[in-house]
Each structure stands twice: as C-alpha cells, then as structure tokens.
C-alpha cells in the first residue's frame, strides 16, 4: 500500500485517539484498549514499510502517549494478576503462535525418533534412560508395581525436589534460546527422545497401560509446559536472527520480554505437575482407572485450552482477527 493510501485510510482514526488522549472524547475503558492495540498494528506496519517516514515517527509518539493511559490505569482497575495470565500471555500466544506449533512439530518429531531408536535397538533404552534405572523398574515390574520409583521419600519432598528439577530444565530451555535457538532444540530434542524411550520402554515389558495411567496424571502439565518453554526459547532465537525492520537489540529486547512473559505463564503448571507427582501418582495403581484418566483429561484440557484456543478468544475480544 503507497504511504498517502495509508494515511488516508486510517487517518480519521488516529485523529480520534488524539481526541481521547486528551480528554475531547470518552470512550469505555475495553473500548480505548482497543483502539490503542489498532494504533501499535499499524505503527508495526508503518515501521516495516516505511521506517524513515513522518507518519511513523507520528505514530510511535502517539503509541507512547497512549501507554500509560490505556493500559497502566486499566491495570489498576483490574487485577494485575488477572490481567497477566488472561489477558497478556493470552495475547502474546496468539502473536507467536507460529512458534508454539513449531515447538510442538520439533517435539514430537524427537519423540518419533526415540520410538523408532527403542523398537530397533535393543540398548537403546539403557543409553538414554541408565542402567539403574532400568534394573529397578524391571524389579518394580516383577513384583508387580511398576510405578513403585515414584512412591519413594515423602510427600512433600518429593514435590519440592520435583518441581526444583522440572523449574531448572524449563529454565535451561528458555534461556537457551540465547544461543540463537539451537541451545533450546537440544534440550528439546533429549527430553522428547527420552519420554519416547520412557514409554517404548513400558511397552516393551507389556506394562503400557499401568505406565500412561500413572505417569501422565503429572507428566501431561510437565511435558506440555516444557514445550511452551522451548517455544519461548525459540522466540528469543528468532528475535536475533530475524529482526526485521527493527534493530537487531531493539528487536532481541522486545523477543526476550515476550518469551519471558511466556516462560512465567508456565509456572503455576509446573506446579500443578509436581503437587500431581509428589501427591498423586504414587497412589495410580490403587485408583480407579476412571479417575485417573480424568485427571489426565482435565489436565490436557486445561493446558491445551490456555495455549491454544484462550489466545484466538482474546484476539477476537480485541478485533486482532
């Protein structure tokens, strides 16, 4: 689109933001948050197409002004936290969506592969999953529990320790995007290969069905919180490799900020995966069959509706389709 096109197109808009900045024309709050998102969408547009023009240093100024006032007294209204986890990291989502897929894609393509590498090499799975622990489980399997490794030390220890190790790798699998992203596929591509080799294994002792009852009551958080970190991981690649019309900094800091909003969101999931492990798996093979799949199933729900259909519902909400 020429420049005159543009500006001819949204002018009368932006004339009217003007008016509200200053307090000429009310507007509701959802209402002014809006057009301030439409304001930060064609000040994007601007600066990729036509970075050195008026119009864009206009827009920027106009986008600044704006800030504290849409969003910094809409905060206040509302709960911060709220605003965070329903609005924000929804948003955010919906904006690099693309990365969430690609993050999902590069799992489970490790994952295929950690299947195929069990199946067809028969000591696979002592390489990937260590000797120890393949003796133990085979004895927990003879005796007839074969998720006894997770009934070990207490309750409450268990989900300090659990949750200080699955912190610690989605962790490594953020910040490893520093690395222009290739830090975060490694972590990515181990942990799929071993939770394929995981289940391989179970299958190959004819105990597949204990083992996806009792591990994906926490494993269905853990493994899908994991794949939301290496998704941040790969925005902060990305924003270095591929800045656009920005400045490789400008555009590292802005990538950084969003991948880390997004790590942040995966938190309380962590959580929830390591009170499930330390207070809930150990007890799988006396449960109920039904009640664990529920779990399961909530849990799949919850997660997959956050990451996945929440953010098109927010967009929507924000006239971003």
Not at 3 to 8: D, L, P, T, W
Not at 16 to 27: A, D, G, L, P, Y
Not at 71 to 100: G, M, T, W
Not at 254 to 263: L, N, P, S
Request: charged share 15%; proline share 2%; glycine share 6%.
């Amino acid at each position: 689109m020429r420049e005159v096109a543009f500006i001819k197109q949204n002018k009368e808009k932006w004339l009217e933001f003007e008016q509200v900045i200053s307090n000429k024309k009310k507007k509701s709050p959802d209402d002014i948050a809006n057009l301030h998102i439409k304001i930060m969408n064609d000040l994007v547009y601007a600066k990729t197409y036509y970075p050195k023009s008026k119009v864009t240093s206009y827009l920027n100024k106009l986008a600044k002004s704006s800030f504290d006032k849409v969003y910094h007294s809409k905060r206040r209204e509302q709960n911060v936290i709220a605003y965070f986890f329903l609005d924000k990291v929804p948003l955010l989502a919906y904006q690099y969506r693309k990365f969430l897929y690609l993050s999902f894609a590069i799992f489970f393509a490790f994952f295929l592969i950690g299947l195929l590498s069990t199946f067809n090499e028969e000591s696979f799975a002592r390489q990937i999953l260590g000797n120890r622990y393949i003796d133990q489980t085979l004895e927990n399997i003879e005796s007839g529990d074969a998720m006894a490794v997770y009934k070990g030390g207490t309750n409450w220890g268990s989900f300090i320790g659990i949750y200080n190790n699955n912190q610690r790798v989605g962790l490594n699998m953020f910040l490893s995007g520093i690395f222009l992203g290739i830090g975060t596929g490694f972590y990515v591509a181990y942990n799929a290969i071993m939770v394929a080799v995981f289940q391989a294994f179970f299958y190959q002792q004819n105990t597949l069905f204990d083992s996806l009852k009792g591990i994906w009551i926490h494993g269905t958080y853990e493994i899908f919180a994991l794949i939301i970190e290496a998704a941040a991981g790969y925005i902060i690649g990305a924003s270095i490799l591929f800045p656009g019309a920005l400045k490789r900094m400008e555009s590292f800091t802005r990538g950084m900020k969003a991948a880390f909003y997004i790590f942040i969101s995966t938190i309380p999931f962590t959580l929830a995966a390591a009170f499930l492990e330390g207070y809930i798996t150990r007890y799988s093979n006396t449960m109920p069959t039904i009640i664990c799949f529920a779990i399961i199933g909530l849990s799949l729900f919850t997660i997959s509706y956050y990451y996945l259909v929440l953010p098109f519902k927010v967009a929507t909400k924000h006239n971003l389709r």
